[in-house]
């Protein structure tokens, strides 16, 4: 059974900093390519961070470069988003995705964690 589990979502101040984890189970980890994708309450999903199967690549939106940083570990089938200077327009349940790079073209989603930021 595939399951895609975020965690460490929560209230932050404007400025700090959070680390989303996604730890995946069910499918060969390393052969997806992974991303965050948040959304925001009367907003569309939108995709926040990419990273692909090997760690070569990874590409974030506009709005989160230089602040965002997504990593992966193979080895533990785990996926991080390390968000610093957090913002209120930041705000949003944030989701983890799996995309298979090979037939037949597999997508995974987890549940989402709330990130909040407010003072």
């Known amino acids: 059974q595939v399951q895609l589990v975020e965690s460490g979502g929560g209230l932050v101040q404007p400025g700090g900093s959070l680390r989303l984890s996604c730890s995946a189970s069910?499918?060969?980890?390393?052969?997806?390519?992974m991303s965050w994708y948040r959304q925001a309450p009367g907003k569309e999903r939108e995709l926040v961070a990419t990273?692909?199967?090997?760690?070569?690549?990874?590409n974030y939106a506009e709005s989160v470069k230089g602040r965002f940083t997504i990593s992966r570990d193979n080895a533990k089938n785990t996926v991080y988003l390390q968000m610093n200077s957090l913002k209120p327009e930041d705000t949003a349940v944030y989701y983890c995705?799996?995309?298979?790079?090979?037939?037949?073209?597999?997508?995974?989603w987890g549940q989402g964690t709330q990130v909040t930021v407010s003072s």
């Open positions: 990273v692909t199967r090997v760690r070569t690549i990874r």
């Open positions: 069910g499918f060969t980890f390393s052969t997806y390519a």
């Open positions: 995705n799996a995309q298979g790079s090979s037939y037949p073209y597999s997508a995974y």
